[in-house]
């Protein structure tokens, strides 16, 4: 059978190694990419890399499996956006943890538009840490950022300004907590000073510790990102959650994310994440009680709207395709 996409000259191959490309813009913790793409002649397999992994933030990766889902649904959005339908096997080899996706694609009956759009997003998709403005974001605009989330089996609950406060407490204890460990904090520094296409550069750091209702991560130095005397108090706080802790679940809510910030960057709403409260397990236990504990957290999700007075920040750095891209398996 022919591996030609209908009216036109690209292969398959090349279709899946762009799309692999393309999953490159996904976000994750601290920038870290921890994934590698393997082309095969008719699918993608992702892999974790466990060299990219924080191991004193995050011992069990849960949120580096959680970045892989990101760029799992960032491909999967960019093949349906070239007119090809994916099927994903996901943790398909139990003695292989590390392979955590297998993707086959077959065609479709064309591109699909709304996929196409969302390219677009993951190409303008940003975060800023900076206050947001004094305008809320609507309760229609978090439903449809909420059913996003819901379409790739995650639930994004909004908490109410009680469950802010204690929010806001608990992320200021893992911050206290975190603060004391020296392996983490030279993770930290290590991450926030690398210049290779990993890592967060000064310029997406504040020069200083914004104004928040719920404190943002203390990156152990500022950074040159401008920040203005705004405050976030018309912030919408969300727990992304589900009904498992195992690494599916992870993979999954790595989806959900990717799916509800592509959606809010359509939308016009800016989306920070926020991962110490569930790096410090005392507190990961806080937000399971915010959620009457029913299902377990994954991550904690700012919203709101930017500041249109100020430019964004830059993006973060990427790394090239040849190192997050392994088509050997395909070349001629």
């Not at 504040?206 to 018309?234: I, K, M, S, W, Y």
Request: glycine share 8%; proline share 8%; aromatic share 4%.
């Amino acid at each position: 059978m022919s591996q030609e996409k209908p009216g036109t000259d690209r292969t398959l191959a090349t279709a899946l190694a762009e799309a692999a490309t393309t999953a490159g813009y996904a976000p994750s913790l601290h920038n870290t990419q921890p994934w590698l793409w393997r082309v095969l002649p008719d699918g993608l397999e992702l892999r974790a890399v466990r060299e990219r992994q924080l191991t004193a933030t995050d011992p069990d990766g849960r949120l580096l499996v959680l970045s892989c889902g990101t760029a799992l649904h960032h491909a999967r959005v960019a093949m349906a956006a070239e007119g090809w339908r994916v099927a994903v096997e996901r943790l398909p080899e139990p003695g292989d943890p590390d392979l955590l996706a297998r993707l086959t694609a077959s065609r479709a009956d064309g591109a699909d538009p709304a996929a196409m759009r969302l390219v677009q997003c993951m190409q303008v998709r940003h975060t800023d840490r900076r206050p947001v403005t004094e305008e809320r974001v609507g309760d229609a605009v978090l439903d449809e950022i909420s059913r996003s989330a819901a379409a790739e089996g995650a639930r994004l609950q909004v908490l109410d300004a009680d469950q802010v406060l204690e929010l806001a407490a608990a992320a200021s204890h893992a911050a206290d907590v975190e603060a004391g460990e020296p392996q983490l904090r030279a993770e930290l520094r290590y991450w926030i000073s690398r210049a290779e296409g990993t890592g967060l550069p000064p310029e997406v750091l504040p020069e200083q510790q914004p104004q928040t209702t719920v404190p943002g991560r203390d990156f152990g130095r500022p950074g040159t990102l401008p920040v203005g005397p705004g405050h976030d108090r018309a912030a919408v706080y969300g727990t992304l959650s589900g009904d498992e802790d195992e690494p599916d679940s992870w993979l999954r809510a790595g989806e959900a994310l990717s799916a509800a910030w592509l959606a809010a960057t359509r939308l016009g709403v800016s989306v920070v994440p926020l991962s110490g409260v569930v790096e410090v397990p005392g507190t990961r236990q806080t937000l399971r009680h915010l959620l009457a504990g029913v299902g377990f957290p994954y991550l904690v999700l700012r919203l709101g709207i930017a500041d249109p007075a100020h430019a964004g920040p830059p993006h973060t750095p990427r790394l090239s395709a040849s190192q997050i891209v392994d088509t050997s398996a395909v070349r001629s």
